[in-house]
């Protein structure tokens, strides 16, 4: 009787939490890039958004002990970058934070209900660039595809990004006077797809730079700097695109589920925004408020108006002031008018 009661109950806890699961916003959190202090540092975004959120240090993401401990309407869940809009599409995540080539990728030959962008996250800024070796002598894709258009062998391109590689290459201009609408053959492990033998875009899993040392033409891959191409001798042919960190909802998102995504986006927005600010206060002579407080108005030194607790002698004002103006800003302030006490602080978000 003991073992029937624990076969019973098993199934019923699998559905018990499959029900309150569905009660929550399955929000997908990036594992990788986007989640190093390097380059966006996902986790302190969303701290910094006023989440308390557990388990997601970067480096150290564990989907056993994720949490978001003060909003129990959010349902955290790791997301790597290459399969967020896939489980987005699928309606496996309702919710997440992808870069824009991912979704492209995903997205370019898609049909029917699509992956909406929520909002620009601002960080994590890439360019998705085709590359040749440094001493070749093309300028251009087109100067590429002019070049080889007699060679016998099949130009070969590696690159995680095959479906916005054919799509970019299908539409130059040279490329369709030798191959006409052709596609490219796409490999993708043991999946081929593609008519033209003469031009094949292969998956690559990583380190896309080392398959021009082993003897591709081309490839396509993303960069900050453009770095660590030239560190493999690579130069750039052109840009495919610019990408940065979004917030993306999935066709199911619906409902309150909307309404909270852009609740989530206006808090992470928040968080991005106020690294572009400082809190500061400082104490002016009351015979110069009036003057100090126009100052600080005609100049767009404060978000609405200054706060202001006037004392006997001394007034101390409260400003959220940009930071490249901060230098400026107070020098005016010392000279002109005096200013004192002057304290200066980060702001972790600033919500409009």
Same mark, same amino acid.
């Given at each position: ?46 701290? &910094?958004?006023?989440?308390? #959120? ?11 002990? !994720? ?9 955290? !869940? ?12 699928? $309606? ?16 370019? &030959? ?23 070796? $440094? ?12 070049? &080889? ?14 479906? #916005? ?30 008519? /033209? ?5 292969? $998956? ?13 033409? !081309? ?20 840009? #495919? ?22 609740? #989530? ?23 110069? !408020? ?9 100049? /767009?030194?404060?978000? $609405? ?48």
């Amino acid at each position: 009787m003991k073992c029937f009661f624990i076969y019973c109950t098993i199934p019923l806890l699998i559905l018990y939490d499959t029900i309150q699961i569905m009660k929550k916003i399955k929000f997908g959190l990036p594992k990788g890039s986007l989640n190093t202090v390097a380059r966006g540092n996902t986790c302190q975004i969303i701290k &910094n958004a006023g989440y308390d #959120i557990k388990g997601y240090e970067p480096g150290k993401e564990s989907d056993s002990t !994720l949490r978001i401990l003060n909003d129990p309407e959010i349902a955290p !869940l790791l997301a790597r970058p290459q399969s967020a809009p896939v489980e987005l599409s699928r $309606n496996l995540l309702d919710l997440a934070i992808v870069g824009d080539d991912w979704v492209c990728e995903e997205s370019v &030959n898609m049909t029917g209900d699509k992956i909406i962008r929520v909002g620009d996250l601002e960080y994590g800024q890439t360019r998705l660039v085709i590359c040749t070796h $440094n001493h070749s002598a093309y300028k251009s894709i087109s100067d590429f595809f002019e070049d &080889n258009k007699y060679r016998t062998t099949p130009v070969l391109c590696f690159t995680e990004y095959p479906n #916005i590689t054919r799509h970019f290459f299908m539409k130059d201009k040279v490329y369709r006077k030798i191959y006409g609408n052709k596609k490219p053959l796409i490999q993708v492990r043991g999946l081929v797809d593609g008519e /033209n033998n003469m031009v094949q875009i292969i $998956n690559s899993d990583g380190v896309t730079e080392g398959y021009m040392a082993k003897g591709a033409d !081309l490839i396509v891959d993303n960069t900050q700097t453009g770095s660590t191409l030239r560190k493999y001798g690579l130069r750039e042919l052109e840009t #495919i695109m610019k990408s940065s960190a979004g917030l993306y909802a999935g066709p199911g998102c619906k409902g309150w589920k909307e309404d909270k995504a852009k609740e #989530i986006y206006k808090m992470l927005y928040g968080a991005i925004a106020g690294q572009y600010y400082f809190d500061l206060k400082f104490n002016v002579n009351n015979e110069s !408020l009036e003057s100090v407080k126009k100052y600080l108005v005609d100049e /767009n030194l404060c978000s $609405n108006e200054p706060t202001i607790s006037s004392g006997d002698e001394y007034a101390a004002i409260n400003i959220l002031i940009q930071k490249d103006k901060f230098p400026d800003t107070l020098r005016v302030l010392r000279q002109k008018y005096k200013a004192s006490a002057v304290v200066r602080s980060e702001v972790k978000q600033f919500i409009a």
